[in-house]
């Protein structure tokens, strides 16, 4: 009973220290201050702003990835029932795992796409592999034909 005590003691002792220095911690975190002012940081870490030729080329890339997308959700269209479902089913295609398969000898560059999450999703994208492939785009940089299919087809 004696080694009982000693040891119930002992375990005591070490839960009173851990929380006061769980106290003196959470004092610590709350005098830290929750923001910290651009000039207090060092000028090693501090932010750089883009420069306006940096900013305006950002911005050009991104309006022409969003007109490509646009038109890709316009060919959709044609084959949801609805409309609003376009984007969606465009940003999961741009999520869903796919094989490039470069083919020098026949001057193609195969993208096979994996298939979506249903049955509807997947025939909406052969859909849109049709009609790209039919506007016979080549791969810029090389002289690869794209051709676009899903894994099965």
């Known amino acids: 009973?004696?080694?009982?005590?000693?040891?119930k003691g002992r375990l005591k002792e070490e839960i009173d220290f851990l929380q006061a220095d769980l106290a003196k911690q959470k004092a610590q975190r709350k005098e830290t201050p929750?923001?910290?002012?651009?000039a207090d940081l060092p000028e090693q870490e501090r932010f750089v702003p883009l420069s306006p030729t940096r900013k305006q080329f950002l911005d050009?890339?991104?309006?022409?990835?969003?007109r490509a997308e646009t038109a890709l959700a316009g060919i959709l269209c044609e084959t949801l029932s609805r409309t609003d479902e376009t984007?969606?089913?465009?940003?999961?295609?741009?999520?869903?795992?796919?094989d490039l398969l470069p083919n020098e000898a026949a001057g193609t560059l195969?993208?096979?796409?994996?298939?979506?999450?249903?049955h509807a999703?997947?025939?909406a994208a052969r859909y849109l592999a049709e009609?790209?492939?039919?506007?016979?785009?080549?791969?810029?940089?090389?002289?690869?034909?794209?051709?676009y299919k899903l894994v099965s087809d």
């Open 1 to 7: 009973m004696a080694a009982y005590e000693r040891e």
């Open 34 to 38: 929750k923001h910290v002012r651009l």
């Open 60 to 66: 050009t890339i991104k309006m022409i990835a969003y």
């Open 87 to 98: 984007r969606a089913l465009l940003r999961e295609i741009f999520a869903t795992e796919a």
């Open 110 to 118: 195969t993208v096979r796409l994996h298939h979506l999450t249903n």
């Open 121 to 123: 999703s997947d025939e």
């Open 131 to 147: 009609q790209l492939n039919a506007t016979e785009s080549v791969y810029p940089g090389t002289n690869l034909r794209l051709v």
